[in-house]
T-cell receptor, first 109, second 115 residues
Framework: TQLLEQSPQFLSIQEGENLTVYCNSSSVFSSLQWYRQEPGEGPVLLVTVVTGGEVKKLKRLTFQFGDARKDSSLHITAAQPGDTGLYLCPGTSYGKLTFGQGTILTVHP | DTGVSQDPRHKITKRGQNVTFRCDPISEHNRLYWYRQTLGQGPEFLTYFQNEAQLEKSRLLSDRFSAERPKGSFSTLEIQRTEQGDSAMYLC?????????????FGPGTRLTVL
C-alpha cells in the first residue's frame, strides 16, 4: 500500500508571499497529479507529471517531480487569495486515486 | 464538453431515510468513480465502473450503499437507511484511456447532511 504524506498540513500566508508544499510517497509514482479543491467543490486537476525530474509551470505555479518519482513539490510565487484551497497529490493503485489529507492553504488579502 | 455534473448539490435528510445521487460523467468517458470526503480529509474511494460493469467496491461501501451505471453513461449512488455517519461530500469522477495517465475529472460533489 502506497503511503502518502503531504506537508505542511496547514499553511496561512499573506498575499504576495511565496510558498512550497510537498508530497512524499513510500513508493514510486507511475505518474503524479496535483489537484486543488475549493470549499464546497470537487477537486480540479492542475497538472500531471510523469518523468522523474520533470518541471512544469502553470502561470505562478511550478510543479517539480523528484528524480526517483517518489516525491513532488508545488511552488507558488506571489500567492493570491484565489490560490486558497486544499492541495492534493493522490497516489494511484489500479486506477483508483488514494488521497492523503492534503495541504490547506489560506492566502489572506 | 460540459464536465462532470452531479445532482443534487446538497441534500439534507433525516436518519433512516433513503437518498439517491446522480452523476453524469464527461461524455465518452468509460470509467466512472465514486468517492466520499469528510471534513478535513481527502476523498476516499468507494467504487468504480468501466462502462456498465462495477469492477471494484471499497470495504467502506456497506450493504446500505448501492451504485449502478445501467447504460454505461450516468451513474446513481443510493444510500438506504441513512445514518449520521453518512454525512459527507460524495464526489464523482470520470476518465478515459485517452486522458493522461491516472487523470480523473471530478464533479462538484453532493453534500449530504443526515440529521
Amino acid at each position: 500500500t502506497q503511503l502518502l504524506e503531504q506537508s505542511p498540513q496547514f499553511l496561512s500566508i499573506q498575499e504576495g508571499e511565496n510558498l512550497t508544499v510537498y508530497c512524499n510517497s513510500s513508493s514510486v509514482f507511475s505518474s503524479l497529479q496535483w489537484y486543488r479543491q475549493e470549499p464546497g467543490e470537487g477537486p480540479v486537476l492542475l497538472v500531471t507529471v510523469v518523468t522523474g525530474g520533470e518541471v512544469k509551470k502553470l502561470k505562478r505555479l511550478t510543479f517539480q517531480f523528484g528524480d526517483a518519482r517518489k516525491d513532488s513539490s508545488l511552488h507558488i510565487t506571489a500567492a493570491q487569495p484565489g490560490d486558497t484551497g486544499l492541495y492534493l497529490c493522490p497516489g494511484t493503485s489500479y486506477g483508483k486515486l488514494t488521497f492523503g489529507q492534503g495541504t490547506i492553504l489560506t492566502v489572506h488579502p | 464538453d460540459t464536465g462532470v455534473s452531479q445532482d443534487p448539490r446538497h441534500k439534507i435528510t433525516k436518519r433512516g431515510q433513503n437518498v439517491t445521487f446522480r452523476c453524469d460523467p464527461i461524455s465518452e468517458h468509460n470509467r466512472l468513480y465514486w468517492y466520499r470526503q469528510t471534513l478535513g480529509q481527502g476523498p476516499e474511494f468507494l467504487t468504480y465502473f468501466q462502462n456498465e460493469a462495477q469492477l471494484e467496491k471499497s470495504r467502506l461501501l456497506s450493504d446500505r450503499f448501492s451504485a449502478e451505471r445501467p447504460k454505461g453513461s450516468f451513474s446513481t449512488l443510493e444510500i438506504q437507511r441513512t445514518e449520521q455517519g453518512d454525512s459527507a461530500m460524495y464526489l464523482c469522477a470520470s476518465t478515459t484511456a485517452l486522458a493522461g495517465p491516472n487523470e480523473q475529472f471530478f464533479g462538484p460533489g453532493t453534500r449530504l447532511t443526515v440529521l
